[in-house]
């Protein structure tokens, strides 16, 4: 028994699990099961960016958008981005799924470098689902706060407003 305690705390990874979860495609057909995908690449204008910017709140990085439009027999079901920022000193990437209502459906964790006790877990994810952008998507509002992951909180609440205020501007 100690044995097999020892073998199996010392497989566990230390530092950040620095690990894709989960495959593109796997990703993808996880929250659309039943979709084709095309992904497209848009750059938002300027004015666009503004826009963005103060529907969000938070600042943006300029540059282009990447998402994948999730299809079923011609129909949009869906939009999928995946945002990579920073938490506290190394990276994380989220797939922001977003409905043609401009609604969350679900926040993923595709890649998380940060030690895995700074990530929470799948519950708290679950309450960014069937948000929209508007006051309630902000920390201690409609987002409860976690204790230790406190960066990592604060980063996923910006990248859904970030993701939420370009799907707007740019499906306008």
């Not at 990874?13 to 979709?35: C, D, M, Q, R, V």
């Not at 679950?126 to 604060?154: E, M, N, P, W, Y």
Request: charged share 25%; proline share 6%; glycine share 6%.
């Amino acid at each position: 028994m100690i044995r097999t305690l020892l073998i199996a705390v010392f497989l566990v990874p230390l530092g950040g699990t620095g690990n894709t979860l989960l495959s593109i495609e796997e990703a993808l057909h996880k929250t659309f099961p039943e979709a084709s995908f095309r992904k497209e690449t848009l750059w938002p204008s300027a004015e666009q960016h503004e826009k963005a910017e103060a529907l969000a709140g938070i600042s943006i990085p300029e540059g282009p958008v990447h998402r994948w439009v999730a299809e079923n027999e011609g129909r949009a079901l869906g939009f999928i981005y995946f945002d990579r920022h920073r938490v506290r000193t190394l990276p994380e990437t989220l797939m922001v799924s977003v409905l043609p209502s401009e609604t969350l459906k679900r926040i993923d964790v595709f890649r998380f470098n940060e030690p895995a006790n700074y990530m929470p877990g799948p519950r708290w994810y679950k309450q960014f689902d069937s948000h929209q952008l508007d006051d309630k998507l902000r920390l201690k509002k409609g987002i409860s706060a976690v204790t230790g992951a406190t960066l990592t909180a604060r980063a996923t609440v910006n990248c859904s407003r970030r993701t939420l205020a370009l799907h707007k501007v740019l499906s306008d």
